[in-house]
């Protein structure tokens, strides 16, 4: 078997969102130039993008109001719901990523891609159903519920648009290579059609667009990750034990890789990590934001239900097509370079498989899927980012609650027209940059930022606006020099020999200088002010649990 040489994916979509840091590489250059053009996926891609620019156009005469651009009309059942926040949350690189980590280390690849899944519980038990309750268009929305509207809402956008920024750069970085590789077309080019296409469905559909973008790309990615683990597991009778003994034969580490403890040894790096896939996913903004789109609190707990399902069985794929790939693509020649290394690196474990189970076809579906991956997760964070802008900053801190909905709208698709230039200019300037850090980073802002003042918002009485506000700039400003003075950057981007922090994920340091920062400047406020945001908490908990406040009004305030 002769499989289609496309080492440049390694680079291109393990930047792309959820992967290991650690696994990114960059392609050699002119390797892109070398790589023969796969037909297929070029049929498919056209396929997928025409469709969503025809749920565009549908989602766009749907659209007037404020609530149908923000949060669809809150027409999304839970499970339509529950589907879309999958497609958000699996991207390309967590389908590649972390069935590379298995490929390469085994067991220790389940371990990572648990810790993907264990922020759902947080979500599910802590968060969805107060949320819904309380806010309307953004978490923002929630915080200032009871605190001072500028200050609280200027923290959670700085927030929200970090960490946008930091996740799109990625985003645009690996999809800028993908369509380079498929198309043959200059990198800049390439970036400038995944902008152009990311702001029309903003733009015009809103949320209603890029749920059932979101939608569609969740299942395609499930039934592509479904076919590639069914033909492994039928390749080895359905036994898993036939399974990993024959990965164990083959793999270069034998008996190692069924060991954990290969990736992250030290125990701080490790809680550190942790906490911040833990905790940071219950802070991301546009996966927030989903839970505004469906009608009450019970089905924002079912969105999460299913939510958490179709993620756990997503990542149980992974694990069993990284053991697979391990078998009948790092056994085989065909897809060794003169090294004895895996065609492109081992991120491309996964892509190699689906060609050996399914030939050039299945291969073409999958590029076509990672696309769709990349471009659904673009829009939700997109949408995320001109919501912060339009509703949390201008609306509320600007005009002060007193902007119609129609120039709220107008702001935002403004503010989607400026958010899709800046990714495109930060994709092309960050083209020959590893930024695959960039992703955990995102993730340890949202858990040092955003997830303590949100979490604390609603559940303790004595937060203040003072304390919100300077405890989560305290989280903001330590995560990114500790990130900045780290091995990550300061070491690999940087180039100087060793770190002055010593270690790659500084979440457990930040988030709790975020807590101690917020608690402090709380407990130590004696004004009015914070008198009666203690007071008006009973009132906050009445709706938060029941959806009704004391006036009994049922609609959520911005």
Same mark, same amino acid.
């Not at 589907?83 to 699996?90: P, V």
């Not at 400038?192 to 990615?221: E, N, R, S």
């Given at each position: 078997?002769?499989?289609?040489?496309?080492?440049?994916?390694?680079?291109?979509?393990?930047?792309?969102?959820?992967?290991?840091?650690?696994? &990114? &590489?960059?392609?050699?250059?002119?390797?892109?130039?070398?790589?023969?053009?796969?037909?297929?996926?070029?049929?498919?891609?056209?396929?997928?993008?025409?469709?969503?620019?025809?749920?565009?156009?549908?989602?766009?005469?749907?659209?007037?109001?404020?609530t149908d651009f923000y949060a669809a009309?809150?027409?999304?059942?839970?499970?339509?719901?529950?589907? &879309?926040?999958?497609?958000?949350?699996?991207?390309?690189?967590?389908?590649?990523?972390?069935?590379?980590?298995?490929?390469?280390?085994?067991?220790?690849?389940?371990?990572? $891609?648990?810790?993907? =899944?264990?922020?759902?519980?947080?979500?599910?038990?802590?968060v969805a159903e107060r949320l819904r309750n309380l806010g309307k268009f953004t978490f923002a929305d929630v915080i200032s519920?009871?605190?001072?509207?500028?200050?609280?809402?200027?923290? $959670?956008?700085?927030?929200?648009?970090?960490?946008?920024?930091?996740?799109?750069?990625?985003?645009m970085?690996? &999809?800028?290579?993908?369509?380079?590789?498929?198309?043959?077309?200059?990198?800049?080019?390439?970036?400038?059609?995944?902008?152009?296409?990311?702001?029309?469905?903003?733009?015009?559909?809103?949320? =209603?667009?890029?749920?059932?973008?979101?939608?569609?790309?969740?299942?395609?990615?499930?039934?592509?990750?479904?076919f590639i683990a069914l033909a492994v597991l039928i390749e080895f009778g359905f036994s898993f034990e036939r399974l990993f003994a024959s990965a164990v034969e083959v793999h270069s580490?034998?008996?190692?890789?069924?060991?954990?403890?290969?990736?992250?040894?030290?125990?701080?790096?490790?809680?550190?990590?942790?906490?911040?896939?833990?905790?940071?996913?219950?802070?991301?903004?546009?996966?927030?934001?989903?839970?505004?789109?469906?009608r009450d609190a019970k089905q924002a707990r079912i969105s999460v239900f299913f939510a958490t399902g179709f993620i756990g069985y997503f990542y149980i794929l992974t694990f069993v097509i990284g053991f697979g790939a391990i078998v009948l693509v790092g056994s085989d020649p065909a897809y060794l370079d003169v090294a004895g290394k895996l065609i492109g690196g081992d991120n491309m474990a996964a892509v190699h498989l689906s060609q050996a189970v399914g030939g050039d076809i299945f291969l073409g579906f999958i590029s076509a899927v990672a696309f769709a991956t990349i471009l659904a997760v673009v829009a939700g964070l997109t949408l995320a980012g001109a919501s912060a802008l339009s509703h949390d900053l201008y609306a509320n801190v600007l005009r002060a609650g007193k902007a119609s909905e129609r120039e709220e709208i107008?702001?935002?698709?403004?503010?989607?027209?400026?958010?899709?230039?800046?990714?495109?200019?930060?994709?092309?300037?960050?083209?020959?940059?590893?930024?695959?850090?960039?992703?955990?980073?995102?993730?340890?802002?949202?858990?040092?930022?955003?997830?303590?003042?949100l979490i604390l918002a609603m559940y303790w009485k004595r937060l203040t606006t003072r304390g919100a506000f300077y405890g989560g700039f305290l989280g903001l400003a330590t995560v990114v020099v500790l990130v900045i003075l780290g091995p990550t950057v300061w070491v690999d981007v940087l180039g100087n020999e060793a770190a002055i922090f010593p270690y790659k994920y500084p979440a457990l340091f930040s988030m709790s200088v975020a807590f101690l920062g917020i608690w402090f400047f709380s407990?130590?406020?004696?004004?009015?002010?914070?008198?009666?945001?203690?007071?008006?908490?009973?009132?906050?908990?009445?709706?938060?649990?029941?959806?009704?406040?004391?006036e009994g009004a049922t609609e959520p305030r911005a």
């Open positions: 078997m002769t499989p289609r040489r496309i080492p440049a994916w390694a680079g291109a979509i393990a930047l792309c969102g959820l992967a290991a840091p650690a696994l &990114a &590489a960059e392609p050699a250059a002119g390797e892109l130039e070398r790589q023969p053009v796969n037909v297929m996926a070029i049929v498919m891609f056209v396929v997928f993008v025409g469709a969503t620019l025809g749920i565009t156009y549908w989602a766009a005469r749907r659209t007037r109001s404020a009309g809150r027409s999304i059942t839970g499970f339509q719901n529950g589907l &879309a926040i999958a497609g958000d949350y699996m991207s390309a690189a967590s389908f590649l990523g972390i069935s590379g980590l298995v490929f390469l280390s085994g067991f220790d690849g389940l371990i990572y $891609s648990v810790g993907w =899944l264990v922020g759902w519980p947080i979500i599910l038990f802590l519920y009871r605190l001072g509207r500028v200050r609280t809402r200027i923290l $959670s956008a700085s927030g929200a648009l970090t960490v946008v920024i930091l996740y799109l750069i990625a985003q970085v690996g &999809a800028g290579k993908l369509i380079q590789l498929l198309f043959g077309l200059p990198y800049e080019y390439a970036v400038v059609l995944v902008g152009g296409l990311m702001v029309l469905y903003v733009t015009f559909g809103g949320m =209603l667009a890029t749920t059932w973008v979101q939608i569609i790309k969740a299942g395609l990615l499930l039934s592509g990750a479904t580490k034998a008996g190692a890789i069924m060991a954990p403890g290969g990736l992250i040894s030290d125990p701080v790096s490790a809680i550190s990590l942790g906490l911040a896939l833990m905790f940071g996913t219950a802070g991301l903004p546009h996966i927030l934001m989903r839970f505004f789109t469906v107008r702001v935002s698709r403004i503010a989607t027209f400026i958010l899709g230039g800046i990714a495109v200019l930060l994709g092309i300037s960050f083209e020959s940059q590893n930024v695959a850090f960039m992703v955990g980073l995102a993730f340890a802002i949202a858990a040092s930022v955003n997830f303590p003042v407990v130590s406020d004696r004004s009015e002010a914070a008198k009666r945001e203690a007071e008006a908490f009973e009132d906050q908990y009445i709706r938060s649990q029941t959806g009704l406040g004391a």
